[in-house]
């Protein structure tokens, strides 16, 4: 019986393990706002002065932040098929 309960453990640790691995961002949110990327901190009164971001840098949040919301879409099930309905199309160039 004991070797059950282990195995069913272990099974089971293994799933949430790769469950876990889903959750890949490296900017995840922050309460419910999204972070800037580290490189646009604001500066406090006794450190140096701000530096700009790199491209490959902004690149790169970017792309974790896409990545994050596509990840969020599909847990809640949202795709575009309303969005792309010719009726409604007219309001993606409309703003009120």
């Known amino acids: ?3 059950i309960v282990f195995a069913a453990a272990f099974v ?3 799933a949430l393990s790769i469950a876990a691995l889903g959750q890949d961002v490296r900017f995840p949110p922050v309460g419910e ?4 990327p580290p490189c646009t901190s604001l500066p406090d009164w006794n ?3 701000p530096r700009r971001c790199t491209a490959a840098e902004l690149k ?5 932040i896409g990545h994050w919301r596509n990840e969020q879409r599909i847990r ?3 795709n575009d098929v ?6 409604l199309l007219w309001a ?5």
């Open 1 to 3: 019986m004991s070797k």
């Open 12 to 14: 089971g640790s293994i």
């Open 76 to 78: 809640m099930g949202i």
């Open 92 to 96: 993606q160039s409309s703003f009120v």
């Open 47 to 49: 450190t140096p002065a």
């Open 82 to 87: 309303e969005y792309l309905r010719k009726e």
């Open 60 to 64: 790169e949040y970017h792309d974790d």
């Open 33 to 36: 706002q999204l972070p800037a």
